[in-house]
T-cell receptor, first 114, second 115 residues
Framework: AQKITQTQPGMFVQEKEAVTLDCTYD???????LFWYKQPSSGEMIFLIY??????QNATEGRYSLNFQKARKSANLVISASQLGDSAMYFC???????????FGTGTSLTVIP | DSGVTQTPKHLITATGQRVTLRCSPR?????VYWYQQSLDQGLQFLIQ???????AKGNILERFSAQQFPDLHSELNLSSLELGDSALYFC??????????????FGDGTRLSIL
């Protein structure tokens, strides 16, 4: 089974609108961390936001927020007030408490339309 | 700028050859991770080193090896190269050995093309 599933290969959003990128995960660990990364066309991977499995509040970082639903094992990224510079690939990742590996999803390509 | 430096940025070589990719972690980071990103396999974890010692191993081929030196820089050696090894190779670093809340900070990657 895939550890991280991102079901949206591509998404489009109008500039200044909000968009939600889906991520579901699979783990039997009680302790785990969830991360989102952005990869622009230039190729670098940029860390955006983190959510711990024991965090009661949803994580927020500027225009990024994480909609964490533990029972559903989902960790969706919400980008508010989209900007043209948000056009990129977005990857969801997980680290389990038992190991040191990062598991990445296949990514979602976001295009912001002016 | 993540603070992680990877060299070279691009590498073109032929099948059967051997190459070395180099990574300098962020100042203060003790862990180095290597990843391979290809179109068909996505982002695959290869190996992690923490303070010079191998800490975790992922989908790393036997033709590939890595090490972390006393100054904490790391090298990934790829030998007997095949066409399928063409990919973007990322190095990432983190402060500790793998705490749950430690993000990994990625370098810009080395794009390897096998002709």
């Amino acid at each position: 089974a895939q550890k991280i599933t991102q079901t949206q290969p591509g998404m489009f959003v109008q500039e200044k609108e909000a968009v939600t990128l889906d991520c579901t995960y699979d783990t039997s660990d009680q302790s785990y961390g969830l991360f989102w990364y952005k990869q622009p066309s230039s190729g670098e991977m940029i860390f955006l936001i983190y959510q711990g499995s024991y965090d009661e509040q949803n994580a927020t970082e500027g225009r990024y927020s994480l909609n964490f639903q533990k029972a559903r094992k989902s960790a969706n990224l919400v980008i508010s007030a989209s900007q043209l510079g948000d056009s990129a690939m977005y990857f969801c990742a997980m680290r389990e408490g038992a190991g040191n590996q990062f598991y990445f999803g296949t990514g979602t390509s976001l295009t912001v339309i002016p | 700028d993540s603070g992680v430096t990877q060299t070279p940025k691009h590498l073109i070589t032929a099948t059967g050859q051997r190459v070395t990719l180099r990574c300098s972690p962020r100042s203060g980071d003790l862990s180095v991770y290597w990843y391979q990103q290809s179109l068909d396999q996505g982002l695959q974890f290869l190996i992690q080193y923490y303070n010079g010692e191998e800490r975790a191993k992922g989908n790393i081929l036997e033709r590939f090896s890595a090490q972390q030196f006393p100054d904490l820089h790391s090298e990934l050696n790829l030998s007997s190269l095949e066409l399928g090894d063409s990919a973007l190779y990322f190095c990432a670093s983190s402060v500790g050995s793998g705490g749950l809340n430690q993000p990994q900070h990625f370098g810009d990657g080395t794009r390897l093309s096998i002709l």
